[in-house]
């Protein structure tokens, strides 16, 4: 068990929760990037220097900064969510993101996936919403309040105390995601779990998020959600801000990216692995996309592994 400062006080000011869990989550981190917990579906986020704009997708989940900086590009809104604020991504929508951190002030954070289970349960005892609510933002910060600071900070002991992780550390997840879901950003998360426009969309991306490298019929994911054709061309576009063929390719894109990167695939064998049959036509679309060509990214990898 770590010595990291456990069991603070619940009336601690918002300086002191930032600083206690920041002392949480250091020791915790070995490396950059996402560190997985004993928790299935929570990882620690870190980095100990800024990164330029560039394009990425995050799977539904709540993304807690606890230190540093992001902002993020999705159509004409930029979303700002650093230290003491937290991301709600009700749904994978292909963004550009910057972050902002030095060696001396890492950023910290903390994601935690969506369980669907888990959000439909409580759900279920959370208070209705009005008829009249308008489609909410499948991607948006809020700040971090004391309620939801404090259920952080019980989910980053959980992760210094074995025992306490394999006894609670579900409820402590399910004590973050209560809180996720009666602040502003809530029916973003409630709405996935409803027959509305928003939830079908929400239905047909988890489709085309799993299912990436398979041929894509609009007419068939739109009828699988109970929608026209055109009615389900409109609100894609709406929530996600690309068409269902853009959509595709930026997923096809990111993970390959991802599969160079991880060093498991070579370029050619990434491309036929996300679905392109040409791998001539993955290069060019791979660069429209990065700005740098899939063989140039290949490099600096191996040259970052030396």
Do not use: W
């Amino acid at each position: 068990m770590s010595d990291a400062p456990l069991h603070a006080a619940h009336d601690a000011a918002p300086d002191t929760l930032h600083q206690t869990m920041r002392d949480l989550i250091t020791p915790l981190i070995d490396r950059d990037g996402y560190i997985p917990t004993a928790l299935e579906g929570v990882q620690l986020m870190a980095l100990h220097g800024s990164h330029q704009r560039t394009p990425l997708v995050y799977e539904p989940g709540l993304i807690i900064i606890v230190q540093g900086e992001k902002v993020g590009y999705l159509g004409e809104r930029v979303i700002h969510y650093g230290a003491g604020h937290y991301l709600v991504q009700a749904m994978p929508v292909p963004f550009e993101c910057e972050t902002q951190a030095t060696p001396q002030a890492p950023l910290l954070g903390v994601f935690i996936s969506i369980d669907m289970i888990m959000l439909g349960e409580l759900s279920q005892v959370m208070p209705t919403a009005s008829d009249n609510v308008s489609p909410p933002d499948p991607m948006a910060a809020v700040t971090l309040t004391s309620s939801m600071a404090h259920g952080v900070m019980h989910l980053l002991e959980c992760l210094h105390d074995e025992t306490m992780c394999r006894a609670l550390g579900r409820q402590r997840i399910r004590e973050v995601l209560f809180e996720a879901l009666r602040g502003p950003q809530g029916e973003s998360l409630r709405q996935l779990l409803q027959q509305t426009q928003y939830g079908r969309i929400g239905h047909a991306l988890e489709t085309l998020h799993r299912d990436y490298a398979q041929p894509l019929s609009v007419e068939t994911l739109a009828e699988k959600v109970n929608m026209s054709a055109s009615a389900f061309h409109h609100h894609f576009k709406r929530f996600t801000h690309l068409s269902p063929l853009q959509y595709q390719k930026r997923i096809r894109l990111l993970k390959a990216r991802a599969m160079i990167a991880a060093r498991t695939h070579n370029v050619s064998s990434a491309a036929g692995a996300v679905g392109y049959q040409s791998a001539s036509q993955f290069s060019r679309e791979y660069k429209r996309y990065f700005g740098n060509q899939p063989v140039g990214d290949q490099r600096l990898e191996r040259q970052g592994a030396e």
